[in-house]
C-alpha cells in the first residue's frame, strides 16, 4: 500500500505544479522553452530531472546485476555526452537561437527538406527512448501491485500527455527540477539503508565468486518454454497440467503458485501433482496457506485424511512430463531445503539441461548457484568481476561493445532532442555552460548509486537472473534485505523516484516529438484558424498514444539497452549535424541529409535487426548490437563528403550566422 | 487565446556585432576557440581510450579490491566523474577568460 500511496503523490504533485504554471504557458517561446529566463541552477536540475529517466533508475541496476563492472560505462558516458556538448557544442547553440535541432538544421543550412528529415529523426529517437520509460512504468506497476503490465504503461501516458498538452515546458521547469531531487533523495537514501543493512549481514558476498549463489532454499516459479542449465544441483516441481488446475480451482484454489516452500519445510512427500503435503502438516507457519492440499491428496503420509476420491487424483496426477524424467529423489543434504521424496520431483544434476513447462517451479537449495538460460546473457565469476573479460557467446567480443557503447553514449546525449532544447532556456552562452558544469556535478551525485543494486542484487536477488525480471531489482531489494514495514517504506520511496524519472524523462521527449510534429513536419497541413499552441496539444496527445503502444510491446526488453540505443541512433545522426554545424564553415545541406540518411539510417537498421531479427553470434552480432562505433564515422563520412561534393551549395550567409554562433556576448552590466 | 509568435528560423533578427566582424576576425576567433574545446576534448578522449585498454589487457587490478570492491569497479564507476568535473569547470574558466580577451581587443579597435 505504501509504495502505491508513493507513486499517487508523485503523480499529482507534478499534476498540480504543471497545473499552477498553466496560465503562464501561452505563447508558442512560453511552451517550448520557459521563455529563456531559467537561472543555471535550477534549469541544471531540471536537465537532470529530465535525464535521468528509467534507464538509470532501474535499467542500469538491472544490467550490472546481469552483465557486472562492463555497464558502468553507461553512466561514464552519459556524463562525459554533457562535456563534449559543453565543449564544443553549448554556447554557439545558444547563441544561434534556434529552439530545435530540426530548427536549427534549416536556420543553418538553409534547407527545410533538411529540417523535416531531422524532424523524422527527432520522432525516431523520441520513440526509441520512450519505450524504455513505458516498460518502467509497466513494471513497476506490475510489480508494485500485481497489476497487468499494461497498466502502467497506459497510466504513465495518460499522465504526461495530460501535463505536457496543458502546461508546455514552463510548466515542468519547475516539476522536472522537483523530479531531480525526488529520484537523487530516493536513490541514494535508500541504497544507503540497504548498503549497511545488506552488507552488514552477509559482507561484500558478490566479488570473487563463481556465480550468483541464494541465501536461502528458494523457489523460483517459470514460465513456460525457458531452456535452462543447472550449474549446481538443482529440483523442479513440474507445473500443473490444466485439467489438474482446474480440479484444485474446485477445491478452492485458484493461484498454484502461491503455495510456499519455505526453508525446512520441503520434508515428506511431494504429492503427484507436485505439491509438498506432509512436512507442510508439521510446519505451522504454513498450514494456513497449504491446508485444502493436505486434505486433498491422499497417499501422502499420514497425518491427514484425504477427502476427495482416486479417480480425481490420478486426474491431478495425469503428468505432463515424460515419465523417464520422474525420479524419486531426496532433498537430504541439501542446504535449507529439507527432506522429500516423490515422484514427481525432478532433479537436476549440475550440467542438466530442461525446458520448462507451463508452472514449473525450480527450487534451489540454500548456498547453491542459480541455473543459467541457454542463450541468455547472464554473465558469471570472473567474467562479471572484471573488465571485458565476458566470453558468453550472446555477448561477443566485449572491448568493442565497451568502445561503442561509450562512443554512443559520449556523442548521443548531444543528439537528444528533449535535452538540447533545455539548452536554449538559459539567457546566454556563460549561463549555458555553467548549467552544464551544475548538470555534470548533479550527475556524478546520482550516478554512484544504481551499481550498488546491480551488486546487492546479485547476492540477495539471483533468482532474477533466471525469471529475467532484473530490471525490476531496484524495486524488490528492499523487501529482500530490510523486509516488514521499514522494506515497504523504503519500496515507497524509491518507487517515487522510479515514477518521478519516468514522468519526467517521458514529457520532456513528449515535448520534443509533439514539438518536432506540430513545429517542423506539419507546418503547412494546418487547417486555417488552429492556434500553434492548440496544435501542439494535438500533437502530444497523438505521439503519447504512439508510445503507449510501443510500449506496450517493450517489455521482453533491457531498460537501459533500450536507452542505449536511443543514444547510439542519435550519435550518429545529430552529433555530426551539431558539430559540423557548428564549426565546419563548407557544410552544406546536401552533406547534412546525407551524414543524417547513412549514419542514423545504418545505426536504425542495425538496431531494429536485433530488436526484431534472429538472435546472432559473434562479429555480427557485437556491430548490430552495439553499432556506434562503425555508425558513427559513416555519418560523419557522409556528411563531409557529401559537402565537399556540393560546395555550390554553401549557404550564402554562412559567414554572419557563424559570427552570430561564436561572437561572444557582453558581459551584462548592472 | 494563444498569441502567435513570429519566428522565421531563417531570420536573423538581433545580430549584434557581425557587421564589424571581417571574415578574418572570425576565423581566427573561431580557430581559438576550437583549439581550446579540442584540447579539454583530448584529455578526455585519452581517458576514455586508454583506460579500457588498460583494463582490458593488464592483469595489475586483478584481485585488488578496496573495502571488498575491485579497483576496476571504483575506477569505473566513480574515478571519471572528478576528471569530467575538472575538464568541465577548467574548460568554462578558459574559455570565458579568451572571450573577454576578444571583446577587449574588439573595443580597443
Known amino acids: ?670 | 487565446v494563444a498569441t502567435r509568435v513570429a519566428r522565421d528560423p531563417l531570420a536573423l533578427p538581433n545580430i549584434e556585432q557581425p557587421s564589424g566582424l571581417s571574415e578574418l576576425a572570425l576565423h581566427t576567433l573561431m580557430r581559438a576557440q576550437l583549439r581550446m574545446g579540442l584540447r579539454y576534448l583530448f584529455v578526455i578522449v585519452f581517458a576514455l581510450v586508454a583506460v579500457p585498454l588498460l583494463l582490458a589487457n593488464t592483469s595489475v587490478l586483478d584481485g585488488r579490491s578496496l573495502v571488498g570492491v575491485p579497483i576496476s569497479w571504483i575506477v569505473i564507476g566513480a574515478g571519471f566523474f572528478p576528471l569530467l568535473l575538472g575538464v568541465a569547470v577548467s574548460y568554462t574558466r578558459s574559455i570565458s577568460r579568451l572571450e573577454a580577451a576578444y571583446l577587449q581587443m574588439v573595443d580597443s579597435a
Request: with cysteine; net charge positive.
Open chain 1, 1 to 670: 500500500v505504501i509504495p502505491i500511496i508513493a507513486i499517487a503523490i508523485v503523480a499529482i504533485a507534478s499534476t498540480v505544479l504543471g497545473a499552477l504554471s498553466l496560465r503562464v504557458a501561452r505563447s508558442t517561446s512560453d511552451f517550448l522553452v520557459a521563455s529563456r529566463s531559467v537561472r543555471p541552477a535550477l534549469n541544471a536540475s531540471a536537465i537532470c530531472g529530465e535525464y535521468l529517466s528509467a534507464g538509470t533508475f532501474l535499467g542500469l541496476a538491472g544490467l550490472v546485476m546481469t552483465f557486472g563492472v562492463d555497464m558502468l560505462w553507461y553512466p561514464v558516458g552519459y556524463t562525459a555526452g554533457y562535456v563534449i556538448l559543453l565543449l564544443l557544442v553549448a554556447a554557439p547553440l545558444r547563441r544561434f537561437g534556434a529552439y530545435t535541432i530540426p530548427e536549427f538544421a534549416q536556420g543553418r543550412l538553409g534547407s527545410p527538406m533538411l529540417r523535416r528529415i531531422s524532424a523524422g529523426f527527432v520522432l525516431l529517437i523520441g520513440w526509441m527512448y520512450l519505450l524504455p520509460q513505458m516498460k518502467g512504468a509497466g513494471i513497476t506497476v506490475a510489480t508494485l501491485t500485481g497489476a497487468p503490465y499494461w497498466v502502467g504503461v497506459v497510466l504513465v501516458a495518460v499522465i504526461v500527455a495530460g501535463n505536457v498538452a496543458f502546461g508546455g515546458m514552463r510548466g515542468i521547469t519547475f516539476v522536472q527540477a522537483f523530479q531531480y531531487f525526488v529520484k537523487v533523495f530516493a536513490l541514494s537514501s535508500a541504497a544507503m539503508v540497504l548498503l549497511i543493512v545488506g552488507f552488514g549481514v552477509s559482507g561484500v558476498q558478490a566479488f570473487g565468486s563463481d556465480g550468483p549463489r541464494v541465501r536461502e532454499c528458494t523457489r523460483i516459479p517459470m514460465a513456460a518454454g525457458k531452456s535452462l542449465k543447472a550449474i549446481d544441483k538443482i529440483f523442479v516441481v513440474p507445473g500443473f497440467s490444466k485439467s489438474a488446475a482446474a480440479l484444485l480451482k474446485t477445491l478452492g484454489i485458484d493461484d498454484v503458485t502461491k503455495i510456499r516452500i519455505a526453508e525446512g519445510a520441503l520434508g515428506g512427500d511431494l504429492v503427484r501433482s507436485g505439491v509438498l503435503v506432509d512436512s507442510l502438516t508439521r510446519n505451522p507457519d504454513l498450514r494456513s496457506d497449504v491446508h485444502p492440499y493436505t486434505e486433498a491428496f491422499p497417499g501422502s503420509s499420514g497425518t491427514t485424511k484425504p477427502t476427495i476420491s482416486s479417480p480425481m487424483i490420478t486426474k491431478i496426477a495425469d503428468p505432463t512430463l515424460p515419465a523417464t524424467s520422474v525420479e524419486k529423489q531426496s532433498l537430504a543434504g541439501s542446504n535449507g531445503c529439507g527432506n522429500a521424496g516423490s515422484s514427481m520431483l525432478r532433479v537436476l544434476p549440475a550440467g542438466a539441461t530442461y525446458v520448462t513447462t507451463a508452472n514449473d517451479v525450480v527450487i534451489v537449495a540454500k548456498g547453491s548457484r542459480v541455473p543459467s538460460l541457454v542463450g541468455g546473457a547472464r554473465v558469471d565469476g570472473q567474467a562479471w568481476e572484471r573488465p571485458f573479460a565476458s566470453k558468453a557467446k550472446s555477448r561477443p567480443h566485449p572491448l568493442y561493445a565497451g568502445y561503442s557503447l561509450i562512443i554512443g553514449t559520449f556523442l548521443g546525449t548531444m543528439g537528444l532532442p528533449h535535452i538540447l532544447v533545455r539548452f536554449y532556456t538559459n539567457p546566454d552562452g556563460p549561463a549555458t555552460r555553467k548549467t552544464i558544469i551544475v548538470v555534470v556535478s548533479l550527475l556524478a551525485l546520482y550516478y554512484v548509486w544504481p551499481p550498488v543494486y546491480g551488486v546487492l542484487g546479485r547476492m540477495w536477488a539471483p533468482d532474477l537472473l533466471l525469471t529475467g525480471k532484473t530490471d525490476a531489482v531496484v524495486l524488490l531489494l528492499p523487501q529482500r534485505i530490510v523486509g516488514g514495514l521499514g522494506g515497504q517504506l523504503l519500496t515507497g520511496v524509491l518507487a517515487a523516484g522510479a515514477f518521478a524519472a519516468f514522468l519526467s524523462t517521458a514529457s520532456g521527449l513528449l515535448i520534443s516529438v509533439a514539438g518536432a510534429i506540430s513545429h517542423d513536419l506539419a507546418r503547412t497541413a494546418a487547417p486555417a484558424g488552429t492556434s500553434i499552441v492548440r496544435r501542439f496539444r494535438q500533437a502530444a496527445i497523438i505521439a503519447a498514444i504512439v508510445a503507449a503502444l510501443l510500449g506496450l510491446r517493450a517489455e521482453r526488453f533491457d531498460i537501459n539497452v533500450l536507452v542505449g540505443w536511443a543514444f547510439a541512433i542519435a550519435a550518429s545522426s545529430f552529433c555530426p549535424l551539431l558539430i559540423l554545424g557548428v564549426w565546419w564553415r563548407r557544410f552544406t545541406w546536401v552533406g547534412a541529409t546525407a551524414g543524417l540518411l547513412a549514419g542514423g539510417g545504418a545505426a536504425a537498421v542495425a538496431i531494429f535487426t536485433v530488436m526484431l531479427g534472429p538472435k546472432l553470434t559473434g562479429w555480427p552480432a557485437a556491430l548490430l548490437a552495439q553499432p556506434a562505433a562503425w555508425t558513427v564515422p559513416i555519418a560523419f563520412a557522409a556528411c563531409i563528403v557529401g559537402s565537399l561534393l556540393s560546395q555550390s551549395k554553401v549557404p550564402a550567409d554562412t559567414h554572419a550566422r557563424l559570427a552570430r554562433m561564436h561572437t561572444p556576448e557582453r558581459p551584462v552590466r548592472n
